[in-house]
């Protein structure tokens, strides 16, 4: 058990217990990609991968990291810390950061966290980890931070301290999902609905092709930056439009010629992709798998060609599994460039499943694939560690 390992170390490099202990899922997203950010909708669950974060408050200033699963440690103080030269470390400083920033008072603290989210996989260990790390703080601190506040704030560290400009549908999955049910979230208003995911004949297989994610970074940048763009295109047109959420299809489809290339791919896929998780809904409201699946494929058809966020990797993973008599949809998930696909599957097919794609996949690149069945989780958990027997 991971958190047993988690209180175990703490035990041995700190010498007493933590204080408690949080679980901090990752996340899947049925549909809805890359829409977080153009104020559209997202359909995520928080699933049963997660990091665990032993945590004890220091009666002094210091913060004193350490991550089991790269056996490396982190030493800083409240207040006076830069961003890391390790990176894993600035997805802590950096919620640290922020919450001073609003004037919260945090102290030194001792953390020691792993997990069983695989890095760079598109199934957010970044957003697990900055939500467990408020979620932790929040209560060694007594912070009175309500679960949207937390939302906000790693969001802000991973924006503003990382560098990275990700929407806010992870961490909102990771604090806000509910066993059994998906999310489905106005990224504008940030109001959200729990929607039963009651799918007994299927399994959500989760196909790891091993290509970390490297050019997310500045990629996704990018193409936040040519949505943005398009916005200020569409103003001539439609003045109050604030993001691509305001514009109609039929007007993206009219400006083609004038439109730059890129910029005119970006906008329809995400205003198509924003009106498939309305139509992927309502297919799971009368649990139409099957429409639910085409939407899939759908998504991925938009993310290789006209977002172009997909590798070669994924893209053979979903045409694979395309021809699979089992299997209902397959979609790239997460930020792209390499990552999981996501496939929904029959479950008394998913042996096959998995063994026909791993071997396709060592056939066509050599590589070993990794699938996960996933199921889906509650959001981030404290616990006090006097609760542990
Ligand atoms: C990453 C970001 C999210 C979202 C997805 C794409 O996971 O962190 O905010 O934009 O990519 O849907």
Redesign the pocket.
């Known amino acids: 058990m991971i958190e047993q390992t988690t209180i175990s170390n703490f035990h041995q490099i700190f010498g007493t217990k933590p204080d408690l202990v949080v679980r901090a899922p990752g996340r899947i997203?049925l549909i809805?990609?890359?829409?977080?950010?153009n104020g559209g909708f997202?359909l995520p669950a928080a699933i049963d991968k997660a990091i665990w974060l032993a945590m004890g408050r220091r009666n002094d200033d210091e913060l004193h990291f350490h991550s089991l699963d790269l056996h490396d440690s982190y030493r800083g103080e409240v207040g006076t810390f830069q961003k890391s030269e390790k990176n894993w470390a600035n997805y802590l400083l950096g919620v640290i950061s922020e919450a001073q920033k609003d004037g919260l008072k945090i102290g030194g603290v001792n953390v020691v966290f792993g997990g069983d989210i695989p890095i760079g996989a598109?199934m957010?260990s970044?957003?697990a980890l900055e939500s467990g790390m408020l979620a932790g703080l929040n209560e060694l601190y007594d912070l009175k931070l309500q679960k949207l506040d937390i939302v906000k704030l790693a969001q802000r560290g991973?924006n503003r301290f990382v560098g990275?400009n990700?929407?806010?549908?992870?961490m909102f999955a990771s604090m806000m999902g509910r066993a059994d049910h998906v999310l489905r979230l106005d990224c504008r208003s940030l109001d959200f609905e729990h929607f039963p995911f009651h799918a007994p004949d299927f399994a959500l297989v989760l196909c790891n092709s091993g290509v970390k994610h490297s050019l997310?970074n500045s990629e996704?940048n990018t193409r936040r930056a040519e949505c943005e763009a398009g916005v200020r295109y569409f103003q001539a047109f439609l003045p109050e439009a604030k993001t691509l959420r305001d514009v109609p299809l039929d007007l993206v489809l009219g400006e083609k010629e004038r439109l730059p290339v890129h910029v005119f791919q970006r906008c329809k896929f995400v205003v198509e992709e924003i009106g498939r998780v309305g139509a992927a809904c309502n297919a799971l409201k009368t649990s139409d798998f099957a429409t639910f699946g085409q939407l899939m494929y759908a998504t991925h058809e938009g993310l290789r060609h006209e977002y172009e966020v997909t590798c070669p990797e994924t893209d053979f993973l979903v045409d694979e599994a395309r021809g699979h008599a089992a299997v209902l949809g397959a979609r790239q998930m997460?930020?792209?460039f390499g990552g999981c696909t996501l496939n929904l599957v029959r479950a008394a097919a998913v042996e096959g499943f998995v063994a026909q794609m791993t071997d396709a996949y060592r056939l066509q690149f050599g590589l070993k694939l990794v699938c996960h069945n996933v199921k889906i989780t509650d959001g981030v958990g404290v616990i006090q560690v006097a609760d542990f027997r």
């Open positions: 997203n809805g990609e890359h829409t977080d950010y997202v598109g957010s970044s957003a991973e990275m990700c929407g806010i549908m992870d997310v996704y997460g930020g792209g």
